[in-house]
């Protein structure tokens, strides 16, 4: 391959062989743009667009409140987590949908400090990389707690693991750089000295396999509206370990994680399973959009959005090689898209002024300062030939 006419034949023969070429049909994109940012909002389906004004003119206007019981309402919060728990492999019945993320993640910390602090086990233990708002979180809990918060990065927390560790917790994804964690080794390696383990999957599930069972994570929370697609400001959701969620003493009681919620008691007692993570009554509107959207996403096999993110972010990192190396450009990401997440950073000291170009062309990426040009790589809607495109633009706005 020698030029860009080629890497766009190249496209072209791998958008022939991707097994999700159809599933852009299920989303209502713009016209003139290629979005590279479904990493921060995922675009519209046309499934949630029909689910919400489905809830406005028939359920609410017509259903009224008997919509509540007559509906789906009540269970919605579960049967949305259940359809989370396809995609982030958990089994029926261990994730429920709610709350934001902040307020999910001072939740599941907040239950695996009761569970584990002690006299000899006082440290929360945080990725020192992970996303503010979960570090502003992680720290509260420590404060609320009593623990000692200690902030160190995922790669040398198993060498920081000890049994005085009652917590830790980390992102799966770095939301910069894209590296991906091995969660099946740090988790096995916090359990070796009894610390349990919270993972924040916002910027993996629906781009990496994340197999939360089978890896034996504790506690995980992620959001709704990235690769999942869910709108914006889409519930998060909550996982607790089939084995655990018994013990769990969440810090937010209310009516809709009651046993009997319409049963009025003046004493709370916790729902048997994942339902006891809810508090308060669940946001239909954003429910419903969710819920739809994730019907779209667990159509498709997770084994092959992997392999689709991972062959995209290659591409690009092939047109990288081609026709962006050699100048100010560099890659902030793995080259390695089995060690990578959904994402890649395009590092520039220009970026800034690049990224404006990029997006006033149609191809909306991300700025994150000082010099990254962050490009996701969307599985369900994104072909090869976006991936051209843009390797050919970025060649013209250097």
Known sequence: MTTLDD????????????????ARRHFDLPDGEIYFLGNSLGPL??????AVVNTLDDEWRNGLVRTWHDGDWLDLAASTGNLVGRVIGAPEGSVVAGDSTSVALFKVLSAAARINQSPTRRVLLCDSRNFPTDRYVARSVADLHGLEFVEIEVTDMPARFADDVAVMTASMIDYRSADLHDVRAVTAAAHEHCILTV???????????????ANDVDFAVGCGYKYLNGGPGAPAYMYAAPRIIGSVDQPIPGWFGHAEPFAFEDAYRPAAGISR????????????????????????PIDDLRTTCIGLGDFFVEGFDAFLDGGDFSLGSRRDGAQRGGHIALLHPDAERMSKELISRGLIVDFRPPNVIRVAFSPLFLRFADVAQLIRELTLVK
Not at 14 to 20: C, F, R, S, Y
Not at 199 to 213: N, Q, R, T, Y
Not at 289 to 294: G, R, T, Y
């Open 7 to 22: 890497f766009d034949r190249r496209a072209a023969q791998l958008d022939e062989g991707n097994p999700l070429a159809t």
């Open 45 to 50: 389906t046309h499934a949630a667009r029909a």
């Open 199 to 213: 993972w924040d999957l916002a910027h993996a599930a629906g781009a990496v396999k994340c197999d939360v069972f």
């Open 277 to 300: 993570f809810s508090s308060g009554t669940t946001h239909v509107l954003s429910m419903k959009a969710m819920h739809a959207a994730l019907g779209v996403v667990t159509q498709y």
